[in-house]
C-alpha cells in the first residue's frame, strides 16, 4: 500500500469521479485507475461502485476512507516535523473560526503569517464554536477562534481568553428605535429577531439573558452568517443582537447599546495533545502564551 494509492483514493471520494480526480491528482485517468485496482486487489474488496453516470463508496470504501485520511495527514504531519527540526516551517495550517470574530484580525494574522511562512499551505473553515471546538480536539482544525457565552468555556482543549465584549441591537436606519441612546432587553422582547439557530453557542447568550430576565422574545429567522443576519436587519424584517467589538463591520444598519446586554467571551483553543510546527508559529504571530512562555496579558499582536 502506497501513500499515493490513499491520496488517489481520496480525490476520488471527494470528487465522485475518476476524471476529475485524476486532474487534481496531475496524472492521466487510466494511471489513477490501475493504483485504486492494485490497492483493491492487495485489500481483497471494492472500494467503489462504478456507473456510466456516477461513482461512489462501497461499504469498504466508506470504511477504508477514514484510515486513508489519518494516514495521509500523518504523513504530512511527519515531513512538517522534519523541517521544523531543520529551522523550515512547513506543511498546512487549518484554522477555524466563528462568524463574528472581533479579537483578533485573523485575515490580518494570516498576511504576517504568510510572509514569514510561504511554504505552509492555509485552509480557513468558519463555523459555530461547538463544532469548532470538536474538530480542533480531533485534530481535524490546528488553531479556532471562538466566542462562548460567559457561563460556557471550550473543554477538551488548550484555552486562551482573548476578550470579553457585549451585545448590541441591531436594526434598520428607519425602526423606531433607530434613533434611539440606549434599550433594554424587555423593550427588544416585543420585536421579531433574527439569531443564529438554536443551541448553537452565538445564540445561547441571548436566550440565557431573555429567559434570565423573565423574557420571551420572537425568533422568527434563523441563519448561519453574520452577514445574512445583517442583511434582513437593513430589509427592517427583525432586528438583531451581535457583538459590540463585531459592529463596526456591519453597514447598512444602526447599533443600539443594551443597558441589561448579555456578554461573550472570545477564545483561542488549540490541540492540548499537541501541535504542528505551523501551528505553534501561528500562536506565536498571535503572541499567544504558550508552555514555557509568560503567560500574564491576553494577545496582542494582530489584535484589534
Same mark, same amino acid.
Given at each position: 500500500?502506497?501513500?499515493?494509492?490513499l *491520496?488517489?483514493?481520496v480525490? &476520488? +471520494?471527494?470528487?465522485?469521479s475518476? !476524471?476529475?480526480a485524476a486532474? $487534481?491528482c496531475?496524472v #492521466?485517468?487510466s494511471a489513477?485507475s490501475?493504483?485504486i485496482?492494485?490497492?483493491?486487489?492487495e485489500?481483497?474488496?471494492?472500494?467503489f461502485?462504478?456507473t456510466?453516470r456516477?461513482?461512489?463508496?462501497?461499504?469498504?470504501?466508506?470504511?477504508f476512507?477514514?484510515?486513508a485520511?489519518?494516514?495521509?495527514?500523518a504523513?504530512?504531519?511527519?515531513?512538517?516535523e522534519v523541517a521544523?527540526?531543520?529551522g523550515?516551517?512547513r506543511g498546512?495550517?487549518?484554522?477555524g473560526?466563528?462568524?463574528?470574530?472581533?479579537?483578533?484580525?485573523?485575515?490580518g494574522a494570516?498576511?504576517?503569517?504568510?510572509?514569514?511562512?510561504?511554504?505552509v499551505?492555509?485552509?480557513?473553515?468558519?463555523?459555530a464554536?461547538?463544532?469548532l471546538?470538536?474538530?480542533?480536539e *480531533?485534530?481535524a482544525?490546528? &488553531? +479556532?477562534?471562538?466566542?462562548?457565552? !460567559?457561563?460556557?468555556?471550550? $473543554?477538551?482543549?488548550? #484555552?486562551?481568553?482573548?476578550?470579553?465584549d457585549?451585545l448590541?441591537?441591531?436594526?434598520a436606519?428607519?425602526?423606531?428605535l433607530a434613533?434611539a441612546?440606549?434599550?433594554?432587553?424587555r423593550?427588544l422582547?416585543?420585536?421579531v429577531?433574527v439569531?443564529?439557530p438554536?443551541?448553537t453557542a452565538?445564540?445561547?447568550?441571548?436566550?440565557?439573558?431573555?429567559a434570565?430576565?423573565?423574557?420571551?422574545?420572537d425568533?422568527a429567522?434563523e441563519?448561519?452568517?453574520?452577514?445574512?443576519?445583517t442583511r434582513?436587519v437593513?430589509?427592517?424584517?427583525c432586528?438583531?443582537m451581535?457583538?459590540?467589538?463585531y459592529?463596526p463591520?456591519?453597514?447598512?444598519?444602526?447599533t443600539?447599546?443594551v443597558d441589561?446586554?448579555p456578554?461573550?467571551?472570545?477564545?483561542?483553543?488549540?490541540n492540548?495533545?499537541g501541535r504542528?510546527?505551523?501551528?505553534?508559529?501561528f500562536l506565536?504571530?498571535?503572541?499567544?502564551?504558550?508552555?514555557?512562555?509568560?503567560?500574564?496579558g491576553?494577545?496582542?499582536a494582530?489584535?484589534?
Amino acid at each position: 500500500m502506497e501513500l499515493q494509492q490513499l *491520496r488517489y483514493v481520496v480525490a &476520488v +471520494a471527494e470528487t465522485n469521479s475518476f !476524471t476529475r480526480a485524476a486532474e $487534481r491528482c496531475l496524472v #492521466v485517468q487510466s494511471a489513477l485507475s490501475h493504483q485504486i485496482a492494485r490497492l483493491e486487489r492487495e485489500l481483497g474488496a471494492k472500494l467503489f461502485e462504478r456507473t456510466s453516470r456516477r461513482v461512489r463508496l462501497t461499504a469498504a470504501g466508506a470504511a477504508f476512507l477514514p484510515a486513508a485520511r489519518q494516514c495521509l495527514d500523518a504523513a504530512e504531519r511527519a515531513a512538517a516535523e522534519v523541517a521544523a527540526a531543520v529551522g523550515e516551517v512547513r506543511g498546512r495550517l487549518a484554522v477555524g473560526l466563528i462568524p463574528t470574530v472581533a479579537a483578533v484580525d485573523v485575515p490580518g494574522a494570516l498576511r504576517v503569517f504568510r510572509a514569514r511562512y510561504p511554504h505552509v499551505r492555509i485552509g480557513l473553515r468558519v463555523g459555530a464554536s461547538e463544532d469548532l471546538v470538536e474538530e480542533v480536539e *480531533r485534530g481535524a482544525i490546528d &488553531v +479556532a477562534f471562538l466566542g462562548l457565552p !460567559t457561563t460556557a468555556r471550550p $473543554r477538551g482543549v488548550a #484555552v486562551h481568553e482573548l476578550a470579553r465584549d457585549r451585545l448590541v441591537a441591531v436594526v434598520a436606519p428607519d425602526h423606531p428605535l433607530a434613533g434611539a441612546s440606549a434599550v433594554d432587553l424587555r423593550r427588544l422582547a416585543s420585536e421579531v429577531f433574527v439569531d443564529l439557530p438554536a443551541g448553537t453557542a452565538g445564540r445561547v447568550q441571548s436566550d440565557q439573558a431573555f429567559a434570565a430576565a423573565g423574557l420571551d422574545r420572537d425568533v422568527a429567522f434563523e441563519v448561519t452568517t453574520a452577514d445574512y443576519i445583517t442583511r434582513l436587519v437593513g430589509q427592517n424584517l427583525c432586528v438583531a443582537m451581535l457583538p459590540a467589538a463585531y459592529a463596526p463591520q456591519l453597514t447598512g444598519v444602526v447599533t443600539i447599546e443594551v443597558d441589561d446586554a448579555p456578554a461573550r467571551v472570545e477564545y483561542v483553543v488549540w490541540n492540548r495533545c499537541g501541535r504542528t510546527p505551523a501551528a505553534t508559529a501561528f500562536l506565536s504571530v498571535l503572541d499567544i502564551p504558550l508552555p514555557g512562555t509568560p503567560a500574564d496579558g491576553p494577545a496582542s499582536a494582530a489584535a484589534h
